[in-house]
């Protein structure tokens, strides 16, 4: 009972202060110059609060941005862990599945980053964006003090379908190379999919065909719940990783649906990060 009345006051005091939090954060622009794969302007992106859900979703990103938030020098561990944020590929979920997650990340004494990446409808552009951002932290890793850590990646939704993308397809430069980054490992050293989405869009809901390179895969964590429409995905990633001999853990719970975060009130959202903390503590 203690446990979830301090669970409940730590998820609204993020809830209240993850944008003041995020505003005064460094951002860094991932690409300089022209972005690839786009022909316009760089533009601010759209922020839209959605005051009903507590939720501000962000639209129309076409320059990618990395927000770095860093944990307090005494619990430390010189790890760093790329967020993702979901939204169908149509919006980022920025402070639900961005924010929150990275200010969680820093109580454990990770050096979080979340991204902004493309969207909407640019699958193709978030994995480029996804690769640049893992060079990019791993090139300055010094500024941060992440240089004799590891770099994982955690994805909520379709930020879990970006996360397992990256995962599986870091052998390949989605991008032609700037600042000689394709010297860089753009592979993720460990990876996290929080009620990911898209990951069974093979024949018969099996395994999405680009994710079949699974060979070097990182080790896994995996959450899912039996009502998400998404759940299967979960499911079927794991079996993947499994037959691959990769190491992965699933848990899978009954209820919860899709798209909790964080958010007390919600059985899934009080379970995964005990969960993945254990997992991340063992790994």
């Keep these: 009972m203690k446990r979830t009345i301090r669970y409940s006051m730590l998820c609204l005091l993020l809830i209240s202060t993850h944008l003041l939090l995020a505003?005064?954060?460094?951002?860094?622009?991932?690409?300089?110059?022209?972005?690839?794969?786009?022909?316009?302007?760089?533009?601010?992106a759209v922020r839209k609060p959605d005051k009903s859900g507590l939720v501000t979703r962000v639209w129309d990103v076409t320059n990618p941005l990395l927000t770095v938030f860093?944990?307090?020098?005494?619990?430390?561990?010189?790890?760093?862990?790329?967020?993702?944020?979901?939204?169908?590929?149509?919006?980022?979920?920025?402070?639900?599945?961005?924010?929150?997650?990275?200010?969680?990340?820093?109580?454990?004494?990770?050096?979080?980053f979340v991204l902004e990446y493309r969207v909407p409808d640019k699958q193709p552009e978030a994995l480029m964006d996804l690769q640049r951002a893992i060079r990019v932290v791993r090139s300055r890793a010094a500024e941060w003090g992440v240089e004799s850590g590891d770099l994982g990646v955690i994805g909520f939704s379709a930020g879990g379908s970006l996360a397992a993308r990256a995962s599986t397809q870091?052998?390949?430069?989605?991008?032609?190379?700037i600042e000689d980054d394709h010297l860089i490992s753009a592979r993720p050293d460990f990876a996290l999919l929080i009620y990911p989405a898209y990951l069974d869009l093979g024949e018969?809901?099996?395994?999405?065909p680009e994710l079949s390179h699974l060979d070097e895969a990182p080790a896994t964590f995996l959450f899912g719940t039996a009502d998400d429409r998404h759940g299967n995905?979960?499911?079927?990633?794991?079996?993947?990783?499994?037959?691959?001999?990769?190491?992965?853990?699933?848990?899978?719970?009954?209820?919860?649906?899709?798209?909790?975060?964080?958010?007390?009130?919600?059985?899934?959202?009080?379970?995964?990060p005990e969960f993945a903390e254990k997992w991340l503590e063992r790994r």
């Excluded at 010189?78 to 980022?92: E, K, M, W």
């Excluded at 870091?170 to 190379?177: D, G, K, L, M």
């Excluded at 018969?204 to 999405?208: C, D, F, V």
């Excluded at 990769?246 to 899709?258: N, R």
């Design 70 to 112: 860093k944990p307090q020098p005494s619990i430390k561990n010189g790890d760093a862990i790329i967020v993702c944020p979901g939204g169908g590929y149509r919006f980022l979920a920025i402070d639900k599945e961005g924010y929150e997650v990275a200010e969680w990340l820093t109580s454990l004494g990770y050096t979080a």
């Design 204 to 208: 018969n809901r099996s395994l999405t």
């Design 23 to 44: 505003q005064g954060q460094e951002r860094i622009v991932l690409w300089p110059e022209q972005v690839p794969g786009e022909t316009g302007p760089k533009t601010a």
């Design 170 to 177: 870091f052998n390949t430069s989605a991008y032609v190379s």
């Design 233 to 272: 995905s979960a499911l079927v990633y794991a079996g993947a990783l499994r037959d691959h001999n990769i190491p992965v853990e699933l848990h899978f719970l009954p209820t919860g649906g899709h798209g909790y975060g964080l958010r007390a009130g919600n059985v899934a959202a009080e379970s995964w």
